[in-house]
Protein backbone atom coordinates (compact mmCIF):
# COMPACT_ATOMS: atom_id res chain seq x y z
CA UNK A 1 0.00 0.00 0.00
CA UNK A 2 1.53 3.25 -0.97
CA UNK A 3 1.41 6.58 1.43
CA UNK A 4 -0.93 8.72 1.03
CA UNK A 5 -1.59 12.43 0.04
CA UNK A 6 -3.94 15.06 0.69
CA UNK A 7 -3.74 18.12 -1.79
CA UNK A 8 -5.25 21.42 -0.81
CA UNK A 9 -6.58 22.88 -4.02
CA UNK A 10 -7.71 21.34 -7.75
CA UNK A 11 -6.23 23.97 -9.68
CA UNK A 12 -3.79 23.26 -12.39
CA UNK A 13 -0.73 22.92 -10.31
CA UNK A 14 -2.52 20.66 -7.74
CA UNK A 15 -4.00 18.42 -10.62
CA UNK A 16 -1.06 18.39 -11.92
CA UNK A 17 1.24 17.54 -9.04
CA UNK A 18 -1.81 15.09 -8.47
CA UNK A 19 -0.80 13.04 -11.35
CA UNK A 20 3.00 12.92 -10.90
CA UNK A 21 2.46 11.52 -7.55
CA UNK A 22 -0.18 8.60 -8.71
CA UNK A 23 2.67 7.87 -11.37
CA UNK A 24 5.06 7.35 -7.96
CA UNK A 25 2.64 4.76 -6.85
CA UNK A 26 0.80 7.15 -4.23
CA UNK A 27 -2.97 7.24 -3.01
CA UNK A 28 -4.27 11.26 -3.65
CA UNK A 29 -7.16 12.34 -2.75
CA UNK A 30 -7.67 16.45 -3.80
CA UNK A 31 -9.84 18.47 -2.01
CA UNK A 32 -11.14 21.35 -3.65
CA UNK A 33 -13.54 23.92 -1.82
CA UNK A 34 -15.28 24.83 -5.47
CA UNK A 35 -17.90 22.72 -7.38
CA UNK A 36 -14.96 21.96 -10.07
CA UNK A 37 -11.70 22.22 -10.97
CA UNK A 38 -8.96 24.50 -12.42
CA UNK A 39 -9.12 27.15 -10.26
CA UNK A 40 -8.44 30.20 -12.21
CA UNK A 41 -8.50 27.84 -15.72
CA UNK A 42 -12.36 27.52 -15.75
CA UNK A 43 -14.75 28.54 -17.68
CA UNK A 44 -18.31 30.49 -17.62
CA UNK A 45 -21.32 30.52 -19.57
CA UNK A 46 -23.73 32.89 -20.09
CA UNK A 47 -27.23 33.08 -22.58
CA UNK A 48 -25.42 30.84 -24.93
CA UNK A 49 -21.61 32.08 -24.48
CA UNK A 50 -18.93 30.41 -23.47
CA UNK A 51 -15.93 31.79 -22.09
CA UNK A 52 -12.76 30.80 -20.79
CA UNK A 53 -12.89 32.54 -17.33
CA UNK A 54 -9.01 32.85 -16.31
CA UNK A 55 -5.57 32.37 -18.68
CA UNK A 56 -6.15 32.64 -22.70
CA UNK A 57 -3.07 32.37 -23.53
CA UNK A 58 -0.83 28.64 -23.90
CA UNK A 59 2.50 28.34 -24.09
CA UNK A 60 4.88 25.79 -23.37
CA UNK A 61 2.44 22.76 -24.65
CA UNK A 62 4.91 20.22 -23.68
CA UNK A 63 4.39 20.60 -20.36
CA UNK A 64 0.81 19.58 -20.69
CA UNK A 65 2.03 17.02 -22.90
CA UNK A 66 4.50 15.79 -20.63
CA UNK A 67 2.00 14.08 -18.31
CA UNK A 68 0.27 12.13 -20.76
CA UNK A 69 3.37 10.79 -21.50
CA UNK A 70 4.53 9.92 -17.56
CA UNK A 71 0.73 8.48 -17.87
CA UNK A 72 1.51 5.93 -20.77
CA UNK A 73 -0.83 8.13 -22.76
CA UNK A 74 -0.91 9.65 -25.82
CA UNK A 75 -1.90 13.30 -25.45
CA UNK A 76 -3.74 13.21 -29.06
CA UNK A 77 -5.73 10.87 -27.61
CA UNK A 78 -7.25 13.22 -24.81
CA UNK A 79 -6.07 16.88 -25.87
CA UNK A 80 -5.48 18.72 -29.20
CA UNK A 81 -4.00 22.11 -29.74
CA UNK A 82 -2.84 24.22 -32.74
CA UNK A 83 0.34 26.98 -33.00
CA UNK A 84 -1.79 30.61 -34.02
CA UNK A 85 -0.39 31.99 -36.98
CA UNK A 86 -0.77 35.40 -35.70
CA UNK A 87 -0.50 35.75 -31.82
CA UNK A 88 -1.86 38.94 -31.70
CA UNK A 89 -3.56 42.29 -32.93
CA UNK A 90 -1.85 45.21 -31.24
CA UNK A 91 -4.04 48.84 -31.78
CA UNK A 92 -2.27 51.88 -31.14
CA UNK A 93 -4.09 55.66 -30.07
CA UNK A 94 -2.75 57.21 -33.13
CA UNK A 95 -4.32 54.34 -35.25
CA UNK A 96 -1.59 52.09 -35.74
CA UNK A 97 -2.53 48.74 -36.35
CA UNK A 98 -0.01 45.69 -36.01
CA UNK A 99 -0.49 42.10 -36.00
CA UNK A 100 2.13 39.78 -34.52
CA UNK A 101 2.66 37.24 -37.05
CA UNK A 102 4.24 34.02 -35.91
CA UNK A 103 6.53 33.94 -38.83
CA UNK A 104 9.22 36.04 -37.78
CA UNK A 105 9.99 37.26 -41.34
CA UNK A 106 6.66 38.24 -41.67
CA UNK A 107 7.03 40.06 -38.18
CA UNK A 108 9.77 42.10 -38.68
CA UNK A 109 7.93 43.11 -42.44
CA UNK A 110 4.73 44.07 -40.48
CA UNK A 111 6.28 46.03 -38.00
CA UNK A 112 9.20 47.55 -40.39
CA UNK A 113 6.49 49.34 -42.33
CA UNK A 114 4.07 50.26 -40.04
CA UNK A 115 6.57 52.21 -37.61
CA UNK A 116 10.18 53.55 -37.63
CA UNK A 117 11.97 50.67 -36.35
CA UNK A 118 14.48 48.95 -38.47
CA UNK A 119 14.50 44.68 -38.54
CA UNK A 120 17.84 44.11 -37.20
CA UNK A 121 17.00 46.02 -33.35
CA UNK A 122 13.68 43.41 -33.60
CA UNK A 123 15.81 40.40 -34.48
CA UNK A 124 18.58 41.27 -31.98
CA UNK A 125 15.92 41.58 -29.48
CA UNK A 126 14.42 38.48 -29.91
CA UNK A 127 17.55 36.66 -29.86
CA UNK A 128 18.58 38.23 -26.67
CA UNK A 129 15.50 37.11 -25.34
CA UNK A 130 16.24 33.64 -26.52
CA UNK A 131 19.61 33.79 -24.69
CA UNK A 132 17.94 35.02 -21.27
CA UNK A 133 15.70 31.81 -21.81
CA UNK A 134 18.75 29.30 -22.84
CA UNK A 135 20.61 30.82 -20.02
CA UNK A 136 18.33 31.47 -17.32
CA UNK A 137 14.97 28.86 -17.78
CA UNK A 138 17.05 25.52 -16.08
CA UNK A 139 18.18 27.97 -13.11
CA UNK A 140 15.37 29.84 -12.66
CA UNK A 141 12.09 27.75 -14.10
CA UNK A 142 13.19 24.20 -13.80
CA UNK A 143 14.57 23.49 -10.39
CA UNK A 144 14.39 24.60 -6.75
CA UNK A 145 15.59 28.37 -6.39
CA UNK A 146 15.55 26.89 -2.28
CA UNK A 147 18.20 24.15 -2.34
CA UNK A 148 22.01 24.33 -2.77
CA UNK A 149 21.95 21.55 -5.35
CA UNK A 150 20.89 23.97 -7.80
CA UNK A 151 23.33 25.81 -7.74
CA UNK A 152 26.39 23.78 -8.27
CA UNK A 153 25.59 21.66 -11.24
CA UNK A 154 26.90 22.12 -14.76
CA UNK A 155 24.23 24.68 -16.22
CA UNK A 156 24.50 26.68 -13.22
CA UNK A 157 28.65 26.91 -13.80
CA UNK A 158 28.06 27.68 -17.21
CA UNK A 159 25.15 30.79 -16.21
CA UNK A 160 27.26 32.44 -13.28
CA UNK A 161 30.04 33.46 -16.66
CA UNK A 162 26.85 35.21 -18.64
CA UNK A 163 25.86 37.24 -15.21
CA UNK A 164 26.86 40.37 -16.67
CA UNK A 165 24.38 39.78 -20.10
CA UNK A 166 21.80 39.20 -17.88
CA UNK A 167 20.34 42.80 -17.20
CA UNK A 168 19.71 42.30 -13.26
CA UNK A 169 20.22 45.68 -12.89
CA UNK A 170 18.08 47.88 -15.27
CA UNK A 171 14.79 47.86 -15.53
CA UNK A 172 12.65 46.05 -18.13
CA UNK A 173 11.51 49.57 -19.44
CA UNK A 174 15.48 51.03 -19.57
CA UNK A 175 16.65 48.06 -21.51
CA UNK A 176 13.16 48.24 -24.15
CA UNK A 177 13.84 51.94 -24.58
CA UNK A 178 17.36 51.34 -25.41
CA UNK A 179 17.07 48.33 -28.00
CA UNK A 180 14.30 50.07 -29.90
CA UNK A 181 13.83 53.40 -31.38
CA UNK A 182 10.19 53.40 -31.60
CA UNK A 183 8.10 54.22 -28.54
CA UNK A 184 5.43 51.44 -30.14
CA UNK A 185 7.79 49.21 -30.12
CA UNK A 186 8.84 50.14 -26.44
CA UNK A 187 5.32 49.40 -25.69
CA UNK A 188 4.59 46.28 -27.21
CA UNK A 189 7.78 44.62 -25.35
CA UNK A 190 7.28 46.48 -22.22
CA UNK A 191 3.72 44.87 -22.09
CA UNK A 192 5.07 41.70 -21.56
CA UNK A 193 5.47 42.71 -17.53
CA UNK A 194 2.20 42.20 -17.25
CA UNK A 195 2.34 38.27 -17.92
CA UNK A 196 3.44 37.85 -14.37
CA UNK A 197 1.16 40.84 -12.62
CA UNK A 198 4.13 43.38 -13.01
CA UNK A 199 5.41 46.68 -13.73
CA UNK A 200 8.07 47.06 -16.63
CA UNK A 201 9.29 50.35 -15.00
CA UNK A 202 9.86 48.39 -12.09
CA UNK A 203 10.63 44.96 -12.80
CA UNK A 204 14.35 44.18 -14.38
CA UNK A 205 14.98 43.58 -17.37
CA UNK A 206 15.58 40.12 -17.22
CA UNK A 207 11.81 39.79 -17.71
CA UNK A 208 12.73 40.58 -21.32
CA UNK A 209 12.78 36.44 -21.52
CA UNK A 210 9.29 36.09 -21.59
CA UNK A 211 8.46 37.38 -25.34
CA UNK A 212 10.63 34.13 -26.23
CA UNK A 213 8.05 31.90 -24.89
CA UNK A 214 5.59 33.52 -27.68
CA UNK A 215 7.41 34.70 -30.39
CA UNK A 216 10.08 32.38 -30.56
CA UNK A 217 8.54 29.15 -29.41
CA UNK A 218 5.02 30.38 -30.62
CA UNK A 219 1.54 30.64 -28.74
CA UNK A 220 -1.13 28.36 -29.13
CA UNK A 221 -4.54 27.18 -28.66
CA UNK A 222 -6.04 24.52 -27.59
CA UNK A 223 -9.13 23.40 -30.15
CA UNK A 224 -11.89 22.86 -27.39
CA UNK A 225 -10.73 26.36 -25.69
CA UNK A 226 -8.47 27.00 -22.25
CA UNK A 227 -10.51 24.71 -19.85
CA UNK A 228 -9.51 21.67 -22.00
CA UNK A 229 -6.51 21.97 -20.78
CA UNK A 230 -8.12 21.60 -17.48
CA UNK A 231 -10.64 18.99 -18.32
CA UNK A 232 -8.12 16.76 -20.13
CA UNK A 233 -5.86 16.72 -16.87
CA UNK A 234 -8.66 15.93 -14.49
CA UNK A 235 -9.46 13.26 -16.33
CA UNK A 236 -6.17 11.66 -16.93
CA UNK A 237 -5.81 12.16 -13.34
CA UNK A 238 -9.30 10.18 -12.55
CA UNK A 239 -7.66 7.62 -14.94
CA UNK A 240 -4.44 7.09 -12.67
CA UNK A 241 -7.22 6.88 -9.58
CA UNK A 242 -6.59 9.98 -7.94
CA UNK A 243 -9.54 10.85 -6.04
CA UNK A 244 -11.22 14.41 -6.42
CA UNK A 245 -13.73 15.54 -3.68
CA UNK A 246 -15.68 18.80 -4.23
CA UNK A 247 -17.27 21.24 -2.52
CA UNK A 248 -14.88 20.19 0.33
CA UNK A 249 -13.38 22.92 2.07
CA UNK A 250 -9.93 22.24 4.08
CA UNK A 251 -9.99 24.28 7.11
CA UNK A 252 -6.71 23.07 8.37
CA UNK A 253 -3.62 21.21 8.09
CA UNK A 254 -2.94 18.71 11.10
CA UNK A 255 0.58 19.09 12.26
CA UNK A 256 2.54 18.07 15.39
CA UNK A 257 6.81 18.17 15.76
CA UNK A 258 6.95 15.10 13.70
CA UNK A 259 5.54 16.56 10.53
CA UNK A 260 1.50 16.60 8.90
CA UNK A 261 -0.86 14.30 10.37
CA UNK A 262 -3.40 14.92 7.55
CA UNK A 263 -6.11 17.42 6.62
CA UNK A 264 -9.29 18.76 8.70
CA UNK A 265 -12.21 19.13 5.69
CA UNK A 266 -15.52 20.21 6.88
CA UNK A 267 -14.93 19.14 10.40
CA UNK A 268 -14.05 15.94 9.87
CA UNK A 269 -9.92 14.74 10.48
CA UNK A 270 -8.64 12.39 7.28
CA UNK A 271 -5.14 11.61 7.93
CA UNK A 272 -2.39 11.56 5.18
CA UNK A 273 1.54 11.18 5.24
CA UNK A 274 2.41 13.80 3.10
CA UNK A 275 0.45 17.60 1.84
CA UNK A 276 0.73 19.38 -1.20
CA UNK A 277 -0.88 22.63 -0.84
CA UNK A 278 -1.57 24.37 -4.52
CA UNK A 279 -3.47 26.95 -2.10
CA UNK A 280 -2.38 30.15 -2.39
CA UNK A 281 0.55 30.30 0.22
CA UNK A 282 -0.40 33.38 2.16
CA UNK A 283 -3.44 31.92 3.35
CA UNK A 284 -2.22 28.68 3.26
CA UNK A 285 -0.25 30.23 6.38
CA UNK A 286 -2.89 32.23 7.32
CA UNK A 287 -5.99 30.09 7.38
CA UNK A 288 -4.51 26.17 7.43
CA UNK A 289 -1.24 26.45 9.53
CA UNK A 290 -2.83 28.58 12.50
CA UNK A 291 -0.34 26.77 15.17
CA UNK A 292 3.01 27.37 12.67
CA UNK A 293 4.85 30.58 12.49
CA UNK A 294 4.28 31.92 9.27
CA UNK A 295 7.32 33.11 7.24
CA UNK A 296 6.37 36.96 7.60
CA UNK A 297 9.15 38.32 5.22
CA UNK A 298 8.19 36.07 2.05
CA UNK A 299 4.77 36.17 2.96
CA UNK A 300 4.62 40.00 2.59
CA UNK A 301 6.16 41.34 -0.30
CA UNK A 302 4.14 42.87 -2.57
CA UNK A 303 1.62 41.22 -4.65
CA UNK A 304 0.88 41.22 -8.45
CA UNK A 305 -1.75 43.06 -10.10
CA UNK A 306 -5.12 41.44 -10.20
CA UNK A 307 -7.51 42.02 -13.02
CA UNK A 308 -10.87 43.24 -14.02
CA UNK A 309 -12.83 40.89 -16.67
CA UNK A 310 -16.12 41.91 -18.28
CA UNK A 311 -17.30 38.62 -20.50
CA UNK A 312 -19.42 40.17 -22.89
CA UNK A 313 -21.35 38.25 -25.88
CA UNK A 314 -21.13 40.63 -28.60
CA UNK A 315 -23.91 40.52 -31.01
CA UNK A 316 -21.82 41.77 -34.15
CA UNK A 317 -18.53 40.01 -35.71
CA UNK A 318 -15.18 42.09 -36.26
CA UNK A 319 -13.23 40.87 -39.15
CA UNK A 320 -10.02 43.62 -38.06
CA UNK A 321 -10.10 41.27 -34.49
CA UNK A 322 -8.54 38.24 -33.72
CA UNK A 323 -8.54 35.57 -30.94
CA UNK A 324 -6.01 37.88 -28.88
CA UNK A 325 -6.07 41.68 -29.09
CA UNK A 326 -4.33 44.52 -27.10
CA UNK A 327 -5.77 48.44 -27.29
CA UNK A 328 -2.77 50.20 -25.54
CA UNK A 329 -3.03 53.21 -23.59
CA UNK A 330 -1.58 56.58 -24.31
CA UNK A 331 0.74 56.63 -21.36
CA UNK A 332 1.47 53.73 -19.98
CA UNK A 333 3.99 54.66 -17.51
CA UNK A 334 1.06 56.38 -15.93
CA UNK A 335 -1.42 53.48 -16.18
CA UNK A 336 1.02 51.17 -13.97
CA UNK A 337 2.05 54.01 -11.85
CA UNK A 338 -1.95 53.93 -11.16
CA UNK A 339 -1.81 50.49 -10.62
CA UNK A 340 1.11 50.11 -8.67
CA UNK A 341 1.51 53.40 -6.49
CA UNK A 342 -2.43 54.61 -6.60
CA UNK A 343 -3.41 51.44 -6.44
CA UNK A 344 -6.63 52.25 -8.54
CA UNK A 345 -7.60 52.17 -11.91
CA UNK A 346 -5.93 54.62 -15.13
CA UNK A 347 -8.68 56.40 -17.15
CA UNK A 348 -7.36 55.27 -20.32
CA UNK A 349 -6.65 51.06 -19.55
CA UNK A 350 -4.87 49.42 -21.98
CA UNK A 351 -7.31 46.55 -23.11
CA UNK A 352 -7.13 43.12 -23.93
CA UNK A 353 -9.64 41.36 -25.46
CA UNK A 354 -9.89 37.34 -26.45
CA UNK A 355 -12.33 36.17 -28.73
CA UNK A 356 -11.97 32.17 -28.48
CA UNK A 357 -14.91 32.03 -31.19
CA UNK A 358 -12.86 33.29 -33.49
CA UNK A 359 -11.42 29.55 -33.34
CA UNK A 360 -13.58 27.70 -32.01
CA UNK A 361 -17.10 29.15 -32.94
CA UNK A 362 -19.81 27.27 -31.00
CA UNK A 363 -18.14 29.35 -28.24
CA UNK A 364 -20.63 32.29 -29.24
CA UNK A 365 -23.95 32.09 -31.87
CA UNK A 366 -24.03 32.66 -34.59
CA UNK A 367 -23.05 36.01 -36.16
CA UNK A 368 -21.78 36.70 -32.85
CA UNK A 369 -19.00 36.68 -30.72
CA UNK A 370 -17.54 36.19 -27.16
CA UNK A 371 -15.68 39.05 -25.73
CA UNK A 372 -13.24 38.27 -22.44
CA UNK A 373 -12.69 41.86 -21.65
CA UNK A 374 -9.73 42.61 -19.45
CA UNK A 375 -7.65 45.34 -18.46
CA UNK A 376 -4.81 45.21 -15.35
CA UNK A 377 -5.84 46.40 -12.67
CA UNK A 378 -4.34 46.62 -8.87
CA UNK A 379 -4.80 43.61 -6.10
CA UNK A 380 -7.66 44.24 -3.78
CA UNK A 381 -6.93 46.95 -0.58
CA UNK A 382 -9.96 47.93 0.32
CA UNK A 383 -10.82 50.08 -3.18
CA UNK A 384 -14.19 50.81 -3.91
CA UNK A 385 -14.51 48.84 -6.68
CA UNK A 386 -18.22 48.73 -7.38
CA UNK A 387 -17.36 52.53 -8.31
CA UNK A 388 -14.28 51.68 -10.02
CA UNK A 389 -16.09 48.61 -12.02
CA UNK A 390 -18.64 51.26 -13.32
CA UNK A 391 -15.81 53.91 -14.41
CA UNK A 392 -13.90 51.22 -16.13
CA UNK A 393 -16.63 49.62 -17.75
CA UNK A 394 -17.75 53.45 -19.36
CA UNK A 395 -13.56 54.02 -20.19
CA UNK A 396 -13.49 50.70 -22.14
CA UNK A 397 -16.46 51.04 -24.01
CA UNK A 398 -15.62 54.23 -25.05
CA UNK A 399 -11.97 53.66 -26.38
CA UNK A 400 -13.34 50.41 -27.78
CA UNK A 401 -16.05 52.00 -29.42
CA UNK A 402 -13.83 55.02 -30.51
CA UNK A 403 -10.85 52.47 -32.11
CA UNK A 404 -13.69 50.20 -33.81
CA UNK A 405 -15.59 52.98 -35.33
CA UNK A 406 -18.52 51.68 -33.54
CA UNK A 407 -21.08 52.06 -30.59
CA UNK A 408 -20.23 48.80 -28.71
CA UNK A 409 -22.60 49.10 -25.92
CA UNK A 410 -25.26 48.28 -28.34
CA UNK A 411 -24.17 45.22 -29.60
CA UNK A 412 -23.44 43.81 -26.04
CA UNK A 413 -26.32 41.39 -25.26
CA UNK A 414 -24.88 40.00 -21.94
CA UNK A 415 -22.42 40.55 -19.22
CA UNK A 416 -20.66 38.77 -16.40
CA UNK A 417 -17.70 40.41 -14.83
CA UNK A 418 -14.75 38.94 -12.23
CA UNK A 419 -13.02 41.73 -10.05
CA UNK A 420 -10.29 41.54 -7.61
CA UNK A 421 -12.57 40.52 -4.72
CA UNK A 422 -14.41 37.19 -6.66
CA UNK A 423 -10.92 36.86 -8.03
CA UNK A 424 -10.12 36.21 -3.97
CA UNK A 425 -12.96 34.70 -3.20
CA UNK A 426 -13.37 32.20 -6.08
CA UNK A 427 -9.45 30.82 -6.15
CA UNK A 428 -8.55 32.03 -2.25
CA UNK A 429 -5.47 34.30 -4.66
CA UNK A 430 -4.76 36.66 -1.55
CA UNK A 431 -5.96 40.27 -2.29
CA UNK A 432 -7.08 38.56 -5.47
CA UNK A 433 -3.50 39.15 -7.07
CA UNK A 434 -3.09 36.73 -10.05
CA UNK A 435 0.19 35.66 -9.78
CA UNK A 436 1.54 35.91 -5.65
CA UNK A 437 3.94 38.30 -5.75
CA UNK A 438 5.27 40.89 -8.29
CA UNK A 439 8.44 41.24 -9.61
CA UNK A 440 8.88 44.52 -9.25
CA UNK A 441 12.40 43.99 -8.10
CA UNK A 442 15.93 42.06 -9.08
CA UNK A 443 15.59 39.86 -6.02
CA UNK A 444 11.97 38.24 -6.72
CA UNK A 445 12.77 35.51 -7.99
CA UNK A 446 14.32 34.46 -4.73
CA UNK A 447 11.82 36.17 -2.37
CA UNK A 448 9.09 33.67 -3.53
CA UNK A 449 8.11 30.93 -0.92
CA UNK A 450 9.89 27.11 -1.42
CA UNK A 451 7.99 24.44 -2.84
CA UNK A 452 8.42 22.99 0.46
CA UNK A 453 8.20 23.67 4.22
CA UNK A 454 11.49 23.94 5.85
CA UNK A 455 9.44 23.49 9.22
CA UNK A 456 7.31 21.13 8.78
CA UNK A 457 8.18 17.61 7.49
CA UNK A 458 6.32 16.14 4.83
CA UNK A 459 4.81 19.85 3.50
CA UNK A 460 5.00 20.92 -0.25
CA UNK A 461 3.59 23.94 -2.04
CA UNK A 462 2.37 23.98 -6.14
CA UNK A 463 0.80 26.90 -7.80
CA UNK A 464 1.21 30.27 -9.22
CA UNK A 465 2.26 31.37 -5.29
CA UNK A 466 5.51 29.48 -5.12
CA UNK A 467 8.28 28.94 -6.95
CA UNK A 468 8.67 29.63 -9.86
CA UNK A 469 5.70 31.84 -10.42
CA UNK A 470 2.33 32.35 -11.47
CA UNK A 471 0.87 31.46 -15.00
CA UNK A 472 0.41 28.12 -16.80
CA UNK A 473 3.84 26.94 -17.73
CA UNK A 474 5.21 27.79 -14.22
CA UNK A 475 2.39 26.26 -12.41
CA UNK A 476 2.94 23.34 -13.71
CA UNK A 477 6.42 23.54 -13.42
CA UNK A 478 6.03 24.11 -9.62
CA UNK A 479 4.22 20.78 -9.58
CA UNK A 480 6.89 19.19 -10.46
CA UNK A 481 9.99 20.56 -8.77
CA UNK A 482 7.50 20.10 -5.55
CA UNK A 483 6.83 16.08 -6.74
CA UNK A 484 11.08 16.01 -7.16
CA UNK A 485 11.26 16.91 -4.13
CA UNK A 486 9.11 14.74 -2.56
CA UNK A 487 10.78 11.78 -4.30
CA UNK A 488 14.41 13.77 -2.99
CA UNK A 489 13.11 13.61 0.38
CA UNK A 490 11.25 10.13 0.50
Known amino acids: ?257 SGVKGLKVNGEARTYDLIVSNMDVVNTYRKLLPNSKPPTRLLNQPKSSSALIFYWGVKHTFPQLDLHNIFFSKDYQQEFEHIFQKKTIYHDPTVYVNITAKYKPDDAPPNCENWFTMINVPNNTGQDWDELIDQARQSIINKLSRLLDTDLSSKIVCEDILDPRTIESRTSSSQGALYGNSSNNRYAAFLRHANFSRKIKGLYFCGGSVHPGGGIPLSLLSAKIAVDQIMTDE
Open 1 to 257: MGKRVGIVGAGIAGIASAIRLANKGYLVDVYEANAYPGGKLSEIKVDGYRFDAGPSLFTLPELVEELFTLSGEQVKDHFEYQRLPVTCHYFYEDDTFLRAYADRKKFLEEVTQKTDEPPETIQAALDRSAHLYDTLSDLFMKRSLHRWQTFVNHKAMKAYGKLHRLDFFRSMHQANEQQFQDERVVQLFNRYATYNGSDPYQAPATMNIIPHLEFNIGAYFPTQGMYSITQSLYQLAQRQKVQFHFQSKVEEIASDT
